[in-house]
């Protein structure tokens, strides 16, 4: 797991580090499951969906593809167990795939109502990347 | 506290122009000298910023729950002149309309032999958590009237009763939204969610009224020493969430458009009268009015249960009252010297307007407008009146309840469901939740107390209290 949570009063602050782009990107997707599911195990995909985002800057494409992701979550019962995504010219696309929500399985976590720009951060560190980043709950 | 920060009155604090570069009015908050020492500095920064907005009246205003939030700290109240002023998602908040309210019962303690049994029958009648579904299958068409009508539709279709409309903010519908800028995507999350209670700081809590403060008032609102009641906390869901997402986006486009010099994107608007600016309200107008269907069909649940459970009619569980906690509006007020029509922005802040105010329901129109005040799940509720203080002080509003003061982070370190549950267990409260770690996340003790909250709210004359509810047993989502 290369995303940990840091203090928030109110929401949720994750830190993510990953080597590349699209590594960062699927690392956010699972920090967001992580918060909505609490402790799921990734489980062999039984669904796939497209997912395509885009932005000005890598930090605003993130938060589109997470706002997207989340739409996929609430709306298709989605739970994501792995991502295959190229990122190019600020603009990140490929696929997710996963399980269906499970009551008994996925309870553990809270809702997440959208994805901030509070406080949101995207460098280019030694080894890759890291992103900070809140998600409203 | 921060050295600029100066202390007025014992329990009232101002934040000078110049503490961020570009404000154009004072911050003031509400604060005891004991909750002030656990105030974030982010929060001040945030109520600061508030007062950098274009057309803001008179002061960017913090109630005595503020903390840490987006764009707006949660506590966070400002009203904006019509013709100068802008309107800012971060002033309202990701869960438009989040809000509460509280029905009453003919029960009392020796009715209920088995709380356990209660709390758990409800943990299956109301959807609750992440991932539940909505007990109503709307098609579009329906969700197009839901958004238009709120709480009326929700009656309409067989959830509440009449008398239920009026007992609400703003009759449970407010008037100008705009269907036409609420996305397929909103509607894509809301149509499944509707009547579902969510997760978080969301609840349903049964309490007992455990202290009538204010006689006559509490008779004018229905309630009385040893009555149980039901207060359900929830708000917009997916739909009023897109909403928000959707529209930040456009605002962000429209503070470059406009040349609005922000400290913060978070604070993105747009004037109030633009293009931009009316689309957002129509859109969290639309959103907002989903919100009171939704507490209207979780209402509905709930009677359903009790009065199967306990043999008594719908009409013997009225609804006190239903308040909004993260809206904007449009609200008359004297500000600069005059009586004007002013765009309220309150972000995890309740309307609390005092006696003889037109907007208030006639029978409780003497009395001012009912406020609830939630605690946690181990602190009392407070059933409050909005005052002539509000009116001249806050443009006529309080807080919204206890208020955060810990991360979840730090609280499920700390604790675990268990320990919380058990806890509070022998203090006679039943908890039930999902999953042991948003029991956790929700201890009573991450919250400020929620009576010096009270306390503060009644010392600056914003509030008066009416009745302390006591928590019997609690649904977290």
Known sequence: MTFEELEHTADVRMRITAPTLPTLFAESGFALAETLYGGYRRETPVAAFSINAEGKDWEETIVNFLSELLLLIETEYLVPGSFDLVAEGGVIRGIVSGVLFDRTKHSGGIGVKGISYSGLSLEKITNGYELTIIFDI | ?477
Not at chain 2, 9 to 28: N, Q
Not at chain 2, 175 to 182: C, K
Not at chain 2, 228 to 250: A, E, F, N, P, Y
Not at chain 2, 395 to 410: D, I, K, N, P, V
């Open chain 2, 1 to 477: 506290m921060n050295d600029q920060i100066q202390q007025i009155a014992e329990i009232e604090w101002e934040i000078p122009k110049g503490f961020v570069p570009g404000m154009r009015v004072p911050g003031r908050f509400f604060l005891s000298n004991r909750l002030a020492t656990g105030l974030e500095e982010g929060a001040l920064t945030q109520l600061a910023n508030v007062a950098t907005l274009p057309g803001i009246l008179r002061c960017s205003l913090g109630m005595p729950d503020i903390h840490w939030g987006y764009g707006f700290p949660i506590g966070g109240v400002a009203a904006f002149n019509e013709e100068t002023g802008v309107i800012s998602p971060g002033g309202v908040g990701f869960d438009i309309n989040c809000g509460v309210r509280m029905i009453t019962t003919p029960l009392t303690l020796g009715d209920i032999p088995d709380r356990k049994e209660l709390i758990e029958d409800l943990f299956v009648a109301v959807p609750t958590g992440v991932g539940s579904k909505s007990p109503v299958r709307l098609s579009q068409n329906d969700l197009s009237s839901m958004l238009t009508d709120g709480a009326a539709n929700a009656v309409e279709i067989g959830y509440g009763m009449k008398s239920d409309v009026r007992r609400c903010e703003e009759n449970g519908a407010m008037p100008g939204a705009e269907l036409e800028f609420v996305s397929t995507k909103a509607r894509q999350r809301g149509i499944p969610q509707c009547g579902t209670l969510g997760s978080g700081n969301h609840f349903l809590e049964v309490q007992v009224i455990d202290e009538i403060a204010d006689p006559a008032t509490a008779e004018t609102f229905g309630v009385a020493k040893g009555q149980i009641c039901v207060m359900i906390h929830c708000g917009s869901r997916g739909l009023g969430h897109q909403v928000c997402t959707d529209h930040l986006k456009i605002l962000e486009e429209a503070t470059k458009k406009y040349a609005t010099d922000l400290p913060d994107r978070q604070l993105a608007c747009a004037p109030l009268h633009s293009p931009e600016g009316e689309a957002y309200f129509g859109a969290m107008a639309a959103s907002a009015n989903y919100a009171w269907a939704n507490r209207q069909i979780i209402t509905h649940l709930v009677r359903e249960l009790f009065s199967k459970k306990f043999g008594i009619g719908y009409e013997e569980m009225p609804l006190v009252y239903d308040v909004a906690h993260n809206v904007a509006k449009w609200e008359e007020h004297d500000a600069d010297g005059s009586r004007r029509r002013v765009c309220v922005h309150r972000k995890g802040a309740t309307r609390a307007f005092g006696r003889g105010q037109r907007e208030i329901v006639q029978e409780f129109r003497d009395a001012g407008q009912p406020v609830i005040m939630p605690g946690s799940m181990g602190t009392d509720s407070y059933l409050l009146a909005g005052t002539a203080g509000a009116m001249e002080r806050t443009f006529g509003s309080t807080c919204h309840g206890a208020g955060r003061m810990q991360s979840r982070y730090s609280a499920k370190r700390r604790l675990t469901g268990e320990t919380v549950a058990n806890d509070l267990a022998r203090r006679g409260i039943t908890v039930r939740a999902p999953s042991s770690a948003a029991i956790a996340e929700e201890a009573p003790d991450v919250y400020k107390p929620s009576c010096e909250v009270v306390q503060v709210v009644c010392d600056a004359g914003i509030s008066r209290i009416v009745a302390r509810i006591r928590p019997i047993g609690v649904i977290k989502g």
